[in-house]
């Protein structure tokens, strides 16, 4: 299996279970849009293992009442996480993404209302450029947040980070548009 296409379990409340592991299928390059799109998951969501993952489409995994953390650790080829594509998902715990090294986009909403209720590692997107509008929006984050390191964003849209709950923010230098 190489894609998930778009649309393919999109509101299924019946497909439903405790966490979602896909970390399995090490070949998929992409998770289309709406693919599981208003699924009934708890628990966690595993992705580790998506090594050729490429791009995760927008409203992948939109208002699927996740309960548990998201471990998106193993997916270093992925450049994309489309707009909406976590959001209004329940994770618990911290968000590292540090290790996505060949991300270049974090799209609008991508992860707004998640709940994390640890920290925010971004430490590793050394070829990040965009961070939506919104994009992390009203999540539980804990600590500071540092982005100085990321030397090649240039663009963290409105509100990106609002309603996140950091005690301190560090920009990087080059950054062209903060509104």
Avoid at 75 to 98: H, M, P, Q, R
Avoid at 138 to 145: H, S
Wanted: aromatic content about 10%; charged content about 10%.
């Amino acid at each position: 299996l190489v894609q998930i296409h778009n649309n393919v379990f999109k509101s299924w409340k019946n497909l439903t279970a405790n966490g979602l592991d896909v970390s399995g299928l090490t070949n998929l390059t992409t998770i289309g849009a709406y693919a599981f799109y208003d699924c009934g998951f708890t628990g966690g969501l595993d992705v580790s293992g998506l090594t050729n993952l490429t791009t995760i489409g927008a409203y992948a995994f939109y208002d699927c009442g996740f309960t548990g953390g998201l471990d998106v650790s193993g997916l270093t080829n992925l450049t994309t996480i489309g707009e909406d594509a976590f959001k209004n998902c329940g994770f618990t715990g911290g968000l590292d993404v540090s290790g996505l090294t060949n991300l270049t986009t974090i799209g609008e909403d991508a992860f707004k209302n998640c709940g994390f209720t640890g920290g925010l590692d971004v430490s590793g997107l050394v070829n990040l450029t965009t961070i939506g509008a919104y994009a992390f929006s009203n999540c539980g984050f804990t600590g500071g947040l540092d982005v100085s390191g990321l030397t090649n964003l240039t663009t963290v849209g409105e509100d990106a980070f609002g309603d996140c709950g950091f005690s301190s923010a560090r920009l990087p230098a080059q950054m062209t548009v903060v509104p």
